[in-house]
């Protein structure tokens, strides 16, 4: 008989090698993805932290008419917020605007303006063009943010260094540029945002009265079935008490002679073509200063006919005239022979 041997053949040392290198490079690989797979857990997570935390502050908000302050008691945001630290255990810096911390119905659903814009960097020339280089965004209530992985600070403040949770200079308005190249992680609400949340309804300032009744010649105006004095009233605004009045009335057909208003406005009756806020807009000094209007009278024995004017109203939303809320309302008087 044959007797067949096989040939039982190892793996050589080179072989070993080779595969012992393998091994190493795709450990290596493994090893080189953890810090960027753990940087981007964590990123997610800080992210869904930020969603809670703005969550929390609007709930808070809606209950008690204010934003959070950054006290270390009760209404601060570290007590508000239902997570104030992010995923590397670094607190999470608030910005906000200083006009909301006041306890007040109208502290959030009088205003239409707030002191914070922020700047959103699309390339490194920040400053440059709008709309290419940068986005600005007005009338954001505040702002929340992490340092990132980095825990380095490179959102920035035009009125003071960010180091901290704080308020922005009261009546001062603030620029925060976020840089898109950096690794801050943003969250922000605007003022028309945390009004849709809180549930605000109808405008911040509005003329309430619909119709005037109307006068008669020789006869005190309102007539003796509204009485003697008819008051303009008003909803809303940020600081009510701080009302400033003006009229418009056409050059054509001015209003009555012996219509009295209460206070007197004076100047600030103005007739076509000038106007109380459009072209040729009558300074905010120029309004009369009341919290309410009062319209009275006697008619002149030749006044009989229809007149029609504009009231305007608005308050002290703030120092910058251009940023206060102003309603206007268009009304009709009728003088009856």
């Not at 302050?69 to 910005?95: E, N």
């Not at 906000?96 to 205003?111: E, L, M, P, Q, V």
């Not at 505040?142 to 990132?148: D, E, I, K, L, T």
């Not at 976020?178 to 009004?195: A, C, G, K, P, S």
Request: proline fraction near 5%.
């Amino acid at each position: 008989m044959r007797n067949c041997v096989q040939n039982k053949r190892g793996f050589t040392l080179v072989e070993m090698a080779l595969v012992l290198v393998v091994i190493g490079i795709v450990i290596g690989i493994g090893a080189g993805m953890i810090g960027p797979l753990m940087s981007l857990s964590k990123t997610r997570e800080t992210k869904e932290f930020l969603g809670s935390a703005v969550e929390s502050v609007n709930s808070w908000a809606a209950s008690n008419n204010r934003l959070p302050d950054v006290t270390a008691g009760t209404t601060g945001f570290r007590s508000v917020a239902k997570t104030p630290t992010d995923a590397w255990g670094r607190d999470l810096i608030y910005l906000y605007d200083s006009n909301f911390i006041a306890a007040s119905k109208d502290t959030i659903c009088g205003r239409k303006t707030t002191l914070i814009t922020l700047r959103q960097c699309l390339t490194a020339n920040c400053a440059t063009t709008s709309g290419t280089d940068y986005i600005d965004m007005s009338n954001v209530a505040y702002v929340v943010f992490s340092q990132g992985d980095d825990a380095t600070t490179q959102t920035a403040s035009t009125d003071a260094a960010v180091t901290i949770s704080r308020q922005f200079t009261p009546g001062v308005a603030a620029r925060v540029t976020l840089d898109m190249n950096h690794n801050d992680i943003v969250r922000w609400v605007t003022l028309d945002e945390l009004r849709s949340k809180i549930g605000c309804q109808g405008a911040q300032l509005k003329i309430v009265n619909n119709e005037l009744p109307p006068g008669t010649v020789s006869a005190q105006y309102p007539n003796a079935t509204v009485g003697s004095v008819l008051s303009l009233v008003t909803d809303g605004g940020a600081t009510p008490g701080t009302l400033r009045w003006c009229i418009e009335a056409p050059s054509a057909n001015p209003l009555p002679a012996g219509l009295i208003f209460t206070p007197a406005l004076a100047g600030a009756i103005r007739v076509a073509p000038n106007t109380c806020n459009a072209i040729n807009p009558l300074p905010e000094a120029g309004w009369i200063l009341s919290p309410t209007l009062n319209i009275s009278g006697t008619p002149a024995a030749n006044s009989q006919g229809a007149y029609n004017f504009t009231l305007y109203v608005r308050d002290n939303n703030d120092t910058a005239s251009s940023n206060d809320n102003i309603a206007s309302k268009t009304f009709v008087l009728t003088v009856n022979p």
